[in-house]
């Protein structure tokens, strides 16, 4: 299983783009990667997912260079709300049987 | 169209006692899974039902611990007796078909065995 590195915490102010980086360099050919979003007393909850280049829908964009060994979730004009930890999953879902294997996560603090 | 809902929310129990979770998945998701952090840890893969089998029980910590799913539908995570370290938040995720590594997490049941 490919082991993700991400940073503990990070701090930003409402209305500017957020980027949270993931490193896993020992990703495998059939690892996909996920994004999932916990705020407090609460859930995960499913954010973004992709292979390769960039996914984007209505909540974040994934950016993942040809290489794959990180990706970037980017979080446009964040908000008071956006405060969550976020956990960058890798690996291969279908064959895991959806087994999601959660690493420390990033808590991001958006802040007025 | 109702989430995936657990109960109770919150429960404290003596060591020794036993405490029965419940979840109830999103109506019609096949899979069922329960997950639980304890204190400082990372959240951690208990095991996976598909409809009423064990798929994959591999992060089961013990024989003190027995889940069932009953017809497919609901599922129950029994703890007996229950440990000090047994503390903990404990999830449950549905899913059903779409993207593998989407799925649905309840709200969870806050465990402390004192």
């Known amino acids: 299983l490919a082991k993700t590195t991400q940073p503990i915490s990070m701090d930003s102010y409402e209305g500017q783009e957020v980027n949270i980086t993931c490193s896993h360099n020992?990703?495998?050919?059939?690892?996909?990667i996920t994004w999932y979003q916990q705020f407090p007393s609460q859930g995960p909850r499913f954010i973004i997912q992709?292979?390769?280049t960039k996914v984007t829908n209505e909540v974040a964009s994934l950016f993942i260079p040809a290489d794959r060994k990180s990706s970037t979730l980017s979080l446009p004009r964040v908000s008071l709300s956006d405060t969550a930890v976020y956990y960058c999953?890798?690996?291969?879902?279908?064959?895991?049987?959806?087994?999601?294997?959660f690493g420390q996560g990033t808590e991001l603090s958006v802040k007025p | 169209e109702a989430g995936v809902t657990q109960f109770p929310s919150h429960s404290v129990i003596e060591k020794g006692q036993t405490v029965t979770l419940r979840c109830d998945p999103i109506?019609?998701?096949?899979?069922l899974y329960w997950y639980r952090r304890v204190m400082g840890k990372e959240i951690k893969f208990l095991l996976h039902?598909?409809?009423?089998?064990?798929?994959?029980e591999s992060g089961m910590p013990n024989n003190r611990f027995l889940a069932e799913r009953t017809g497919g539908t609901y599922s129950t995570l029994k703890v007996q007796p229950a440990e000090l370290e047994d503390s903990g938040v404990y999830f449950c995720?549905?899913?059903?078909?779409?993207?593998?590594?989407?799925?649905?997490f309840g709200q969870g049941t806050r465990l402390t065995v004192v």
């Open positions: 999953l890798v690996g291969d879902l279908a064959g895991q049987g959806g087994k999601l294997i």
């Open positions: 020992n990703i495998a050919t059939n690892d996909y």
């Open positions: 992709g292979y390769k």
């Open positions: 109506s019609g998701h096949d899979n």
């Open positions: 995720a549905s899913s059903q078909g779409g993207r593998p590594g989407e799925a649905f």
């Open positions: 039902f598909v409809k009423e089998s064990k798929q994959d």
